[in-house]
Every structure is written in C-alpha cells, then in structure tokens.
C-alpha cells in the first residue's frame, strides 16, 4: 500500500498546526462559528446529536495494521471505546471534544491518517473496490488510479469551495463492487480499442433527494490524462453548479438540468484547453505511485489446498462461512476473507478498540499486514492463505465477527440513523437489529441465498437505501417514526434506483412486511434464482401486496 | 451488546407529538469545548442534566431562554441552540424531571437508544 | 480599506488602497484609480478609459472572465467580490485570469473571506487582499505560511511536489 514520503507527511503536519491554530482562534472567541464550520468540517469534524463527530479517511478503504492499532487506540484514549465503519469506506467516532481534536489529528498524522475533505464542500475520500489487487476479474489496481486522484485533490486551491460535496469512486472490473455509479464521478478502468489502460467516465450519478444513476460521459479516456480530465468537469462544476439551495447544489441537479450531452460538450471544451497545460500527471510519477501497489511475496500453492478441504468437510459452520464470506483470490492457494462487522441484533459497522487490535493482528499474522474498509460497512482480510481460513474464523469467531452472512439478509447496510446523527428523521439501527435476528438463522439465511438491505435514517440517504435489493427509509410523520420500503434497487454495474411500494409501516410491522416479501420470493423463484433477478423478472406486485397483506 | 438487553419498546412507533401535551419550554445547546448536549438551568448555567433545565411557559420566558442562548453563543460556551419543547407532566409517564417532546430531543437527552450502556440517565 | 499584497515567500504588509470605488452614477476623477463594477465597466469601459487614470473591475461569482478578455491589457485591477465565502467560483475566475487569459495586474480579493481562504486565493492567482479593519494581519501571515508544498500544479511560484519528487528530491 502506498507510503507517505516526506513531502506526504508533510502536508498533513502542516494541516495539524494549522487546525491546531484555528480551534485555539475558535475557542478564543476570534473566529465565529459560521467561519470555523466550513473549516473544521474540512478537516472531518461535524457536530452532530450528542458530541462531535470525526470522520477519519480511510483513503481507498485500505488500511495496515498499524494503523488500525492506532484507530483502536484514538477509540480507547479519546473516545467511548469503539468506531463506527461508513459507507464511503471511512471510519466514525461518536463522542469527540473539539478541544482534543488537534491532538487526535495528530495522532493520527503518526501513522499517516487524516480527516482531511471528509466533509464540507470539497472533493472526498476517493472509494475503489474493496477487493483491489486481489480480484481476479480486475484488468488494474484501482487503488493507484485513486491514490493519484487523492493527492490532486487534496487542498486543490480551485475546488475547495465547490457547490456542495463532491465524492469520486474507482472499479478495476466490470463488476462493480465500488457502486460508481451512484458517485459524482464514476471511474471504471477499461481498455482502449488499442488495448491501451484508460477509463470510461461516468458524471452526475448521486443518491440523496434526487437519486441518479451517473450517465456515462466519456466511453474511452486515455491513463495518462486521467487529472486534466477532472479537472474539467470539476471546473464546469465549479462555476455552473447551483449555489442558490443546497439540495439542488451537487453535480447530478447541473447534469440533469443542461443534459447529459450539453455537459460532456462543455467539459470536453473546457478539457481541450487544458489538457496540455501540465496538470496531467508525469509518467515517472505515476509510476512511482504504483511501485507501492505490488503484488506482496506470495507463496507457491497448489489446489486444492486439503487443510481446507478437511475443515469444511468436519465442519458445517465453517463449511457455511466459507461459502458467503470468502472470495476468489487471483493467485492459487489464496482467498480473500470479508470480517463481517454485522451479529445479528448488533449494530452494523461498529468495532470495539479490542476488536480492532484483533483484526490487526490476525492481519499481521495473516494478511500482510493489510485491511481493507468496504463500503457495506464490513472489513476484509485481502491475503489469506486458504490453509490459514479455518483458524482465522475461530478467531473471528472469538470477537463476535464470524458469521456467515457477507452479502446475504443480514449483511445489512444502516447509517447511525437518529440514534447519532443531527440530521436523522428516524432510528435506523434498531429496525436493522430487528431484521437481522428476524433472519438470524443461518440455514434460513443460506436458504434465501444474497440480499442486500440498505437502511437510511433520513433522505440523505447515507445508507443507500436506493440501491438496495430492499430499501428501507426511515421518516417522521407527526413524531412517530415510519418506513416506506423500496424493492429492486442495485448497486452494481446493473444500478437501479428501487421502487417505494407505498405507504410507510411501523418499525415492528416492517419486519413483518420484510419477511413477506421473503417468502413471496421463496415461493415464486425459479431454481438458483436470486431475489434481485426473481424481482427483475415478476415485477414489484406480488412483493408489494405480500406486504400489504395484514395477518 | 446482548439483544436481550434490549427493551422490545425501544422500537415500537414512536409517541405521535399531537398527543403530548407541552408543559413548557427548556432551552438546549451543545458545549463549544467538548460538544457535550447542555440546558440551560435556573442559575444562568449549562447543565448536562436535563431534569435540572429551566422552563419556562410564558412567551416572554421563551424570549428570556432565547436570549440567553444567543448570550452563550457570543461568549463562546455554546453552539447549535434551540428552544424545545418538553411535555406536561401528566403527559411524560415519569413523576420527575423535564422529558423532551420530541423524540430527538430525548434521544439528545439521555443517549443512543441503541447503547443504553451509554446512558447518561434513565431512559425518559 | 487597507488592502495587503500576497506573494509567496513575502510577509504580508496593509498599505492603504490607492484605489477607489466609484459610486452608482458618479464619475471618476481625472486620473484617478477608480473601480467599477462589471456591469457598469461593460456599458462605460471606453469614457471611463478616456477619463480615469486607470480602471479596474469588481465582479461577482456570476460573472464570466471571459468577456472581460478584450480589455485586460488595459486593466489595473480586477477586484473579486466575495458576496458569500463560500463562493468558490471566484477561485476559477482568478486562475482562468492568469494562466488562461494572462492577467498581468493585480487580482484583488474583496468581501467575505477568511485569512484561512488566502493560500487557496494565492494559489489560484490572487495577488492582494482588501481587508476589514477586524482582520487579523497575524493569522493571515501565520496562514500563508502555514503550508509550504502543494500537490496541484499551477502557474504561480510556490514549490510542487511531484516536481520536487521528479527531481530526486524525496524521501
């Protein structure tokens, strides 16, 4: 993974003492709090129900495990014990005091961490598949493509004012496990009609009020012209994105409102006058960049590897965790391991600091060392040997991270919801633990095979609620929470905005509505159908009558 | 967190507002330094507690709490400050304390509802 | 206002403002420096050329730099108006200034912003500030110099990284 030089570590030292030197200017009066918002806020740190909040960058969801010692340790010495894993592969700490945050920017800085643009108006963490450099369907790292993006956007002096948020996610694949077409841009590595690296751009794509999926702007764009390209669009943004009301303020409203076509012409014309002006990254220096993106020294394994054959075959839980939550490695003897952070009736994302040391150190002794955050709010082992999956699940098991539901019913996606978070209309969390020990049982859960809940407490959507196969969104009608349900929603390369289905229900009745909707699709799928493509080939009436239908 | 440790209430429909009588009016705010949710109290202080809150039920009591939420943000105590409605007693199903109308508030109260291990307090 | 130049490298000084704003309807002094705003400019540029000593320009985020492009050799200063801080257009309207349309005159920052905005405004072009009398010249000394590399490349002085890597000057 890539390592701070000193010019890195710089930077954000430097950010340090300049955050240090505001918060002392806050708290002594001489910045008002309408001017330290937008300032702190660049440096991932909001107020929210009950504390500030800070928002650590995971950059790429990647991480070591030293740095994941030293998340757990910012839990322990500065917070309530634990933190919370986002959907933008980023990490949360609920209880903060502003008067300590220049010291636990420092801390961070230690090891290479920041909160750097993880809020307010400005480019954000820039989040790629979980599964870089290990899928075997990738055609290049993505992670390389977006450590060049976060060093050209970070404290870009010409888009840290911009309209509203502005968040940029990267596929290596044609599958699209980083969801990026939901993202004001979308960046998919492909290949040139020569064969040549470039990218097909999407632009415009968003969830919130007004979900879109992103148009595609640009089917081939040359590797090498990857930052002029942006800076384009983001220049076209810049000066033509609406600054009149926040909710029509991001790029899809801009995209929307002038066309698709009418955007690409401007954002070509506005890139052929400056693509040669040197903003597009040196070729030395991009190579430099993907030295650190290498294959680690993998051993030579042959298949099958019978340690895990026998394992399986001696044991039934393990045998089911292997089947959800480990995944193809490209190099023989190998597999990836997705931790899922989602006990049934526990709360999605959150990891104790105890729970972090052990996944470091299972990292250490496993996975080289790496972690990876993946925008379902779970964590990855990337490294495994496939003769070392056995004890890692007792380890996990150890934790309270074992279960075998990585991509099925109780894989469930939920922001903090009101419980958390300022801007919440109702309660996410306790309706996610609800449905999760509704379907706790795993032969059940294997049965109903992958399904992807997404909850959101309010419409700004953080949990994704559009692109879930079930969408669950939380609303406040006269004081008494409700949830509508939508159905049909995709996060992949397939995105597909789901269907409201009507009315909203009460939280326990819900779970109800959920678990007719299940047996509807148990009942009416053909075999080996999963529920997005049963869904896709009846339509949305037996699913919304079964969950109208009162016992 | 054991899920049996959890009240089956915590989430059932919450109480509908148009059936809570309001009792009066408490004013609220987070503490610059460490964020902390406060009230304001009989003394002209910030308390965490919120059965310490004064209240008021008078119009010109709710622009006495008003001004001293602006008097806390020019002298740099507080931040986000708002007004809030508590119940009437008779409506709170508690015989002490001040319980916030809104659900918000009484999450901001007491705690995530989701981790009662949190808690400042005793659920309102 | 006190108005104070911003370079990299230099020590930000306030030195009065030899320029004026004019007022709606009024017209300049023989000779003087005299400022208007955009729409005013685009109507009068050529009796206000004739009369004053020098012209210069106030525009808003709204406003496009490109139409300005005719006149800019004539310019003295381009003023931007910071109605709101937040208005982050005026951060492309100074870089398309400079490294576009090659504005040699001061580019002038005025209006709503922070001292913790004018490394951003340096970067992108800015060459002086118009500051209110609460402004502070510490923090604004203390802010410039706060950050002495930049990722992005750009046309003005300060050191770049990956030119700075290219050299063989890293780790």
């Known amino acids: 993974m890539y390592i701070y030089d000193k010019f890195d570590q710089t930077v954000v030292r430097e950010r340090v003492a300049a955050f240090r030197d505001q918060v002392a200017r806050r708290l002594a009066g001489e910045l008002d709090e309408d001017h330290f918002r937008p300032l702190r806020l660049m440096n991932g740190l909001y107020l929210q129900l009950h504390a500030y909040m800070l928002r650590v960058a995971i950059p790429y969801g990647t991480l070591s495990s030293a740095q994941l010692r030293r998340l757990a340790y910012i839990a322990r010495r500065y917070d309530r014990g634990y933190g919370h894993f986002t959907t933008r592969q980023n990490i949360q700490y609920n209880w903060i005091k502003l008067e300590q945050a220049p010291d636990i920017l420092s801390d961070l800085a230690d090891v290479q961490m920041h909160g750097i643009q993880t809020s307010g108006n400005c480019i954000r963490n820039v989040t790629a598949d979980h599964f870089s450099g290990v899928a075997g369907d990738e055609i290049d790292d993505p992670r390389v493509t977006s450590e060049i993006i976060r060093q050209w956007s970070t404290f870009h002096p010409e888009f840290s004012f911009l309209p509203r948020k502005f968040k940029v996610a990267v596929t290596g694949a044609a599958q699209d496990r980083a969801a990026i077409k939901y993202h004001d841009i979308g960046i998919q590595i492909v290949r040139g009609p020569n064969d040549e690296m470039g990218y097909a751009i999407y632009a415009g794509g968003g969830m919130g009020r007004t979900p879109v999926v992103a148009p595609l702007i640009r089917a081939f764009l040359p590797q090498a012209e990857l930052l002029s390209y942006l800076e384009a669009i983001l220049r076209v943004y810049n000066r033509y994105g609406r600054r009149d009301n926040i909710f029509k303020a991001r790029i899809k409203i801009l995209v929307r409102d002038i066309g698709a076509a009418e955007f690409t012409r401007q954002v070509e014309e506005e890139w052929r006058q400056i693509r040669e002006t040197g903003v597009n990254l040196p070729a030395a220096e991009e190579a430099r960049i993907r030295r650190f993106f290498a294959p680690p020294p993998y051993d030579s394994v042959t298949e099958p590897v019978a340690a895990l054959t026998q394992a399986r075959a001696a044991n039934p839980g393990f045998a089911r965790w292997v089947e959800t939550n480990v995944h193809t490695h490209k190099v023989p003897g190998y597999a990836i391991v997705t931790i899922s952070l989602k006990p049934p009736g526990g709360i999605p994302g959150d990891a104790t600091a105890e729970q972090m040391e052990a996944i470091a150190d299972l990292a250490d002794r496993y996975s080289f060392a790496e972690i990876r955050v993946s925008h379902v709010q779970n964590l990855v082992l990337p490294n495994v040997k496939q003769a070392d999956l056995f004890a890692i699940w007792q380890a996990l098991g150890k934790i309270g991270f074992a279960d075998a539901n990585s991509g099925m019913i109780g894989d469930i996606i939920a922001c903090p919801g009101l419980d958390y978070c300022a801007l919440a209309n109702a309660r996410s969390i306790p309706i996610s633990q609800a449905i999760s020990e509704r379907f706790a049982d795993p032969t059940r859960s294997a049965e109903i095979g992958p399904l992807q809940i997404k909850i959101s407490g309010c419409i700004n959507a953080c949990g994704h609620h559009h692109a879930g196969h079930i969408g669950i969104l939380g609303v406040d009608r006269a004081g008494e929470e409700l949830y509508q349900l939508t159905l049909g929603g995709a996060a992949d390369q397939t995105a597909e905005i789901g269907q409201l289905i009507g009315p909203g229900f009460t939280a326990p009745d819900a779970v109800d509505a959920i678990e007719r909707i299940v047996d509807t699709y148990l009942k009416l799928r053909q075999p080996g159908e999963e529920f997005l493509a049963a869904y896709r080939r009846i339509g949305v009436a037996p699913f919304k009558e079964a969950a109208y239908a009162r016992g | ?124 | 206002m006190p108005v104070v130049n911003v370079a990299t490298g230099e020590t930000p000084a306030a030195h009065a403002d030899s320029w004026v704003r004019l007022a709606e309807g009024e017209a300049p002094a023989a000779n003087a420096q005299v400022i208007v705003p955009f729409a005013r400019f685009k109507t009068e540029h050529e009796q206000l050329f004739a009369k004053a000593g020098a012209v210069g320009v106030e525009i808003g985020g709204a406003d496009q730099v490109e139409e300005l492009v005719p006149w800019l050799s004539r310019l003295g200063l381009i003023v931007l108006q910071f109605g709101v801080f937040k208005d982050g257009r005026l951060f492309t309207s100074a870089r398309l200034l400079r490294e576009r349309f090659h504005f040699k005159g001061d580019l002038r920052a005025a209006g709503d912003f922070l001292p913790d905005q004018a490394i951003f405004m340096l970067r992108s072009g800015v060459s002086s500030l118009e500051v209110g009398e609460k402004f502070s010249l510490d923090t604004l000394a203390r802010v410039i110099n706060a950050y002495s590399l930049r990722y992005q490349r750009a046309l003005d002085a300060q050191p770049v990284i990956v030119d700075q890597r290219l050299r063989g000057n890293g780790s």
Do not use: C, F, H
Not at chain 2, 48 to 54: C, E, F
Not at chain 2, 106 to 118: E, K, N, Y
């Open chain 2, 1 to 124: 967190m054991p899920r049996d440790e959890i009240e089956p209430s915590v989430i059932s429909a919450g109480r509908r507002a148009g059936r809570v009588a309001v009792g009066g009016k408490i004013a609220s705010a987070n503490r610059l330094r460490d964020g902390v949710v406060v009230y304001l109290d009989a003394a002209g202080g910030w308390t965490p507690d919120v059965d310490k809150a004064r209240v008021e039920t008078s119009p010109e009591g709710e622009q006495e709490l008003k001004a001293a939420l602006d008097a806390g943000m020019r002298a740099n105590l507080v931040l986000d400050t708002a007004v809030i409605d508590i119940r009437a007693p008779e409506s709170n199903g508690s015989s002490r304390g001040n319980a916030p109308a809104r659900l918000r508030e009484q999450i901001r109260a007491v705690g995530p509802t989701v981790r009662p291990d949190l808690a400042r307090r005793q659920p309102l």
